[in-house]
T-cell receptor, first 114, second 117 residues
Framework: AQSVSQHNHHVILSEAASLELGCNYSYGGTVNLFWYVQYPGQHLQLLLKYFSGDPLVKGIKGFEAEFIKSKFSFNLRKPSVQWSDTAEYFCAVTAQAAGNKLTFGGGTRVLVKP | DTGVSQDPRHKITKRGQNVTFRCDPISEHNRLYWYRQTLGQGPEFLTYFQNEAQLEKSRLLSDRFSAERPKGSFSTLEIQRTEQGDSAMYLC???????????????FGPGTRLTVL
């Protein structure tokens, strides 16, 4: 069975700071990787996804993530955060062999101070 | 609005009562998933359907839980004899598999927050 680990539970940073959230997964087969974001009071939204090809994927709102297969990692980055990036971020993985159900990490709460 | 919708958004019930939630997926999406999210945790998979067929159930889904998708469109999740431990956010997601769709991007609804007193 697959599992996902997010390294930080809480991150606090100031506007314009750079953000990197760690994500490692455990699964031996072919996977699809996702980052979802949940803004306060809103539902889960997709930030970006990796299916195949270029391991550096760009998503909405200036976010990007890099898939490093050898490290089973899919870290999320943003060079300069804004107050509006305050949210909870979830890394998730699916595997076609496992019914494509999403397995989520525990989430990272990010607070951006103005 | 053509997104995933869920009803009700909030449900408060007493222990031992039965509750039913509804999910309307994005039209034409053939897959429908149910997840449960408790405070401070990521969502956990409960079950999923492809069209009207329920293809997998998590071991989290006890005998008190049942889900249906009778016509391959909307789905219901029923919890019988609710317990305080059932308090959580119940999320529904839909996706399109096959027919040229790439990968499995799931679109989430707003969730139903259940509180069992």
């Amino acid at each position: 069975a697959q599992s996902v680990s997010q390294h930080n539970h809480h991150v606090i940073l100031s506007e314009a700071a750079s953000l990197e959230l760690g994500c490692n997964y455990s699964y031996g087969g072919t996977v699809n990787l996702f980052w979802y974001v949940q803004y306060p009071g809103q539902h889960l939204q997709l930030l970006l996804k990796y299916f195949s090809g270029d391991p550096l994927v760009k998503g909405i709102k200036g976010f990007e993530a890099e898939f490093i297969k050898s490290k089973f990692s899919f870290n999320l980055r943003k060079p300069s955060v804004q107050w509006s990036d305050t949210a909870e971020y979830f890394c998730a993985v699916t595997a076609q062999a496992a019914g494509n159900k999403l397995t989520f990490g525990g989430g990272t709460r990010v607070l951006v101070k103005p | 609005d053509t997104g995933v919708s869920q009803d009700p958004r909030h449900k408060i019930t007493k222990r031992g009562q039965n509750v039913t939630f509804r999910c309307d997926p994005i039209s034409e999406h053939n897959r429908l998933y149910w997840y449960r999210q408790t405070l401070g945790q990521g969502p956990e998979f409960l079950t999923y359907f492809q069209n009207e067929a329920q293809l997998e159930k998590s071991r989290l889904l006890s005998d008190r839980f049942s889900a249906e998708r009778p016509k391959g469109s909307f789905s219901t999740l029923e919890i019988q004899r609710t317990e305080q431990g059932d308090s959580a956010m119940y999320l529904c997601a839909s996706s399109l598999i096959g027919r040229g769709a790439r990968g499995n991007e799931q679109f989430f609804g707003p969730g139903t927050r259940l509180t069992v007193l």
